[in-house]
């Protein structure tokens, strides 16, 4: 446990029976959410802050679980006693979304309306349904209205979609290294990592639980894909370059020469025996969909028209994946709209990656944001 | 067939009985090369410009095969009487390197010594091989000195290779696009190609002829991480953005919603149905080992002290695979050695592809380059 840890932690879980609408027109009849909360809920019950998950993450955001070892919360290095985001003033909230793979309702579940795995017949969730579905544990919860909204990438999306649907129930959005939709070369990198897991034999149209097997070779595939994306060339370059495994060449095209491809394939194992193949397609679909401005003919100024909270947008210079200028496009939406808002583009070197990483600039321009919004609730 | 063509041509084949020794250490007993001829070699001799091809290319390089619809060479478009690659000037020569699936020697071929179709057993071949039997065809054809090598992307290793171990042969390099070696980047796109073809069980091992069957699902995936890469960021948000298939969202996770997935599953289709997975292999692992600095304990302008020729470099802004930084790397080296060295950063938005279109400022540098070259004629 590193210092200033929340401690030990323990997940939660809440069972909702109300059927949730989803954008697809279809329901989600009964499901569970899984979370974990940090630090105390003020009497005022105004010191939430909610934090919105990416990809390949979940409720865990902070803190340990007993007895495991390595199993620090993917941003335990923002949330703790007098860290960052500092659990001493902030009630923190994390939340596993509807589709994932490491506790809430998802493909690996059974359907009530069958009793049979839901594997490819989960519906389709968007990032709206997600936001709703965090809405619902938050009335149970007994939370009204939020000090913040922070996520990261896909989570940074959620931020965003809550400022817009939900705005009476917020003051701050945080949202990093994200952007107001993917682009087309961001929806290709996801296409190619699902055709990848749809085209393994092993995936049986989504319903390889009920064979025994999983679709390996397209989760690593996808994973390495993935990851490349997520690096910046100069990080790899400097991180791997063209160091070779051995001293000589061994002219081989399937043997592994240089680090990159340990590190790469390394990865992709790791990933493949962890994650789920359904969740994964899920997942990537949110991210394809997630599209404000759609409903406003493409315009972001107007979709934001609807925004009342103040917003801190950050990026990073060497993110190719959400680059600085996707920021832009919001942080110039917002301020067409008059917004309260603050923009740090960070100068890091570590690709998209950054927005998880402890970069004294980044960690900085967060700290003296939440200090900001604890001034506000005293 | 367009103005200007070089009209109906026919690929020739020239049949090798010395062994070729081979970096790896293995050699090829036989083989056979094919390649293309357009223009007359003149009286001297001195009008021979040797075209190397790319990963997904051949030795049709201009002109059209009599009888076969949208038979275009690979680069039609630059080489022709009258176009700048002027055909009524130069005596081109295309030649398809050993490993390749479109004639010269390669895995779908009988290896001599066991009967056998080569398969996984053909042996790595590196850019200096492909140079030393291109040299040898050279010979047969009864030409000492070159006017010219041009290439672009792996071409223009090959041309590099060319100017650095047959100096004597050559007067001109001309290098597109290209890259004095792959980056950490490069070699990790290229390594999950390679992972998706291996991994398909249709690969088996690299022997899937025996077995009736192609591994088409890797090469799909291979195809669509290799388009992405090929094209900028802005072509691709230009051509597709977020364009849908159809009017409404179908909220599934397989079907095709944007018109970027039918786009790059089309490109991977018709890739799957007509190239070789074991050459996909080869030629990428070719790209991953070209590093000439490596002899010369990576300084570039030591392995360029070598050099005897004339150079015309050019990238293209937007090409993120081999970005201009990577030529003015090779640049700095040639002018390191007080070289005569041309160099155009060409504003062009298609990315890597941009060496394959017609871009009149890009066929420009080219004309006026090869005019210099047939001044030097006279």
Redesign the interface.
Known sequence: MTPQSVGFVQPQRMQFDEPLPL????QLRQYELHYETYGQLNAERSNAILVCHALNASHHVAGVYEGQEKSEGWWDNLIGPGKPLDTNQFFVIGINNLGSCFGSTGPMHANPATGQVYG?DF??VTVQDWVDAQARLLDRLGIGQLAAVLGGSLGGMQALDWSLRYPERMRHCIAIATAP?????N???N??A???I????DFHG?HFYAHGVVPK?GL??AR??GH?TY?S?DV??Q????QMRAAE?G????DI??Q??SY??HQ?DKFSEYFDA?TY??I??AL??F?PAREHGGDLSRTFAQARCKYLLASFTTD?RFSPARSREIVKALLDNKLDVSYAEIDAPHGHDAFLLEDPRYHGVLRAYFQRIAGELA
Chains 1, 2 share one sequence.
Not at 181 to 185: E, G, K, T
Not at 198 to 201: A, L, N, R, V
């Open positions: 954008r697809s027109g279809a490819a519906p389709v939709s993917l682009s087309a070369q929806i290709a990198f296409e190619v699902r055709r990848a749809i085209t393994d034999p989504g070779r690593r595939v390495m894909i490349i690096l060339d790899m370059e991180k791997f370059g063209r060449l002219y081989s095209t399937q020469e240089f990159i491809e790469l394939r992709g359904n397609l899920l990537t679909r394809d969909y599209d190719w």
